[in-house]
C-alpha cells in the first residue's frame, strides 16, 4: 500500500471539462499532487502507451463519445496497464456493476466504482487502498504465456506438475475439513506457473485424460498423507467437461480411489460451469455412477455458465459452489443478493451444500453465513498453498478469527 494519498499520480478522463475541474478540486483536496486531466480516451490511450508507468490510477467516465469507458476498458486491457482503475458514470448502479465485472474479467486492476455526483469520502477511501506503480508488483505477463503441447508432454514425462491446496473452511464451526486441489507446473525457465499458462492443455486435446489422471493421482496420495498425520481432509478435484464424454473414466477413478486405498466419500470432484457439456447423456451417466459409488459430484462457478438449471435437474449434483463474481460486493449490490440468496435456496431444496467462493472480506463472510452458506473458500481464510505450507496452516490457523494467514 502507498504511504499517501499524495504520492499516487492520478489521470482524470471525462469529457464534461466541468466534472474534470470538479474531480481535480476534489483530488486537490486530498493533497494528490499530480493530476492529469483529459476530454479524450484516444488521448489518454496514447499517453499511456508512451509513458505507461506515469499513471498510478485512472477516473474514468463510462459515457464519452467517440471512445466510450466500455471500449476503454478493453483498450486499457490491450496495452495492458498495470495501474489502478476507478470507474465514474451518473449512469445506474448496475451499469457500473456490469462495467466493473468486464474490467475483472480484462484482469485489470478495479479499486471501485464511483457514482455522479462524486463523494469526496468515498473517493477518499477508494485512493486509499491504492499502491503506486513503484510499490505496486503486478505479475509478469510472460508467466502466461501459451505453452505447446511438446512442453506439456516433457512436463508430465519429467513430474513438473505439483498440487497446491486450498481449503474450504465449515463457516457454522471454523473448521476446515474439505480442501481443493489447484494444479500448478514448476517450468524449468518461467518458474512457477499457474494454470492460466496450460489451460487448454487441461480443458480440451488429446492431452486432458493425461493430466486429470496424473492430478487425481497426486491429490489421493496428498489425502494419504494428511490422513495419517491425523487430518482427514475430504479432497476436491477438478474435472474438464471435455473427458465427460468417455463413459469408461468413471471406472478408471474409481479404481484409482480403491487402488489407493481412499474411501470414496473423502472424493469429491468438481464440474466447472463454465465448459459446455457437448455429450449431456455421457457426463450424466458418468458423474450419476460417481454419485452411486460413493463420491461427491460439484458444480463449481455457480451461476457464470451454461445452462445451470438444466444440468442441476439432469446431473445430481452433492455441492454447489457460488462463483465469486457473486460473492464479491453482495453486501452493497441488491442485484448480486438477490442472485445469490435465490441460489442458495435452490441448493437447499435440492439437498446440496453450499461453498461460497472467493471469500474476502468480513463483510462477505457474514452475509454467506447469514444465507446459510456451509463453506466458505477465499482469500480471507487463506490462498491456495503448497501441501507443506498447508499442514503447517492447519496446526497455527486460527479458524475462529479467519485472516489471511497463508
Not at 489422471?213 to 474438464?240: C, F, K, T
Amino acid at each position: 500500500m502507498n504511504n499517501s494519498i499524495s504520492d499516487l499520480k492520478i489521470h482524470v478522463l471525462d469529457d464534461e471539462p466541468f466534472i474534470l475541474n470538479l474531480i481535480s478540486r476534489l483530488l486537490d483536496k486530498l493533497g494528490v499532487a499530480s493530476v492529469d486531466k483529459s476530454t479524450s480516451a484516444r488521448e489518454t490511450l496514447k499517453s499511456l502507451e508512451l509513458a505507461p508507468e506515469g499513471c498510478d490510477v485512472i477516473i474514468a467516465d463510462l459515457n464519452m463519445p467517440e471512445v466510450d469507458g466500455i471500449e476503454f476498458i478493453r483498450h486499457l486491457a490491450e496495452i495492458q496497464f498495470s495501474g489502478a482503475l476507478i470507474i465514474l458514470s451518473g449512469e445506474d448502479l448496475r451499469v457500473l456493476e456490469s462495467a466493473r465485472h468486464l474490467a475483472d474479467r480484462h484482469q485489470l486492476r478495479v479499486a471501485g466504482i464511483l457514482q455522479k455526483p462524486v463523494n469526496i469520502s468515498v473517493l477518499e477511501s477508494m485512493l486509499e487502498t491504492i499502491p503506486t506503480q513503484q510499490a505496486y508488483k503486478r505479475p509478469q505477463r510472460q508467466g502466461y504465456q501459451k505453452i505447446d503441447a511438446d512442453e506439456m508432454i516433457r512436463a508430465l514425462e519429467e513430474d513438473e506438475l505439483l498440487l497446491h491446496y486450498q481449503p474450504k473452511v465449515r463457516l457454522g464451526t471454523g473448521s476446515c475439513d474439505s480442501v481443493e486441489a489447484l494444479v500448478r507446473w514448476q517450468h524449468p525457465t518461467h518458474g512457477l506457473l499457474p494454470p492460466i499458462s496450460f489451460v487448454d492443455h487441461i480443458e480440451q486435446g488429446p492431452l486432458a485424460a493425461q493430466i486429470t489422471e496424473r492430478i487425481y493421482a497426486m491429490a489421493l496420495e496428498q489425502h494419504l498423507d494428511w490422513y495419517a498425520a491425523g487430518h482427514p481432509l475430504r479432497m476436491s478435484v477438478n474435472l474438464p467437461v471435455m473427458i465427460l464424454d468417455d463413459v469408461s473414466f468413471a471406472n478408471m477413478l474409481v479404481e484409482m480411489a480403491d487402488k489407493a486405498g481412499v474411501e470414496r466419500c473423502h472424493v469429491c470432484f468438481e464440474i466447472t460451469e463454465t465448459g459446455v457439456i457437448e455429450n449431456l447423456n455421457a457426463a450424466a451417466e458418468i458423474l450419476t455412477r460417481l454419485r452411486m459409488k460413493g463420491f461427491g459430484v460439484a458444480i463449481d462457478d455457480f451461476g457464470t455458465g451454461h445452462s445451470s438449471l438444466s444440468q442441476l435437474k439432469e446431473i445430481p449434483f452433492t455441492e454447489l459452489k457460488i462463483d465469486r463474481s457473486f460473492v464479491s460486493g453482495t453486501t452493497s449490490n441488491e442485484s448480486w443478493i438477490a442472485i445469490t440468496e435465490s441460489s442458495v435456496s435452490l441448493a437447499k431444496k435440492l439437498g446440496m451444500s453450499v461453498v461460497a467462493e472467493g471469500v474476502e472480506t468480513t463483510g462477505e463472510l457474514d452475509f454467506v453465513k447469514t444465507l446459510g452458506c456451509e463453506y466458505g473458500q477465499g482469500y480471507l481464510f487463506s490462498k491456495p498453498m503448497h501441501p507443506v505450507d498447508f499442514s503447517v496452516w492447519m496446526k497455527t490457523a486460527d479458524f475462529s478469527e479467519p485472516s489471511q494467514v497463508a
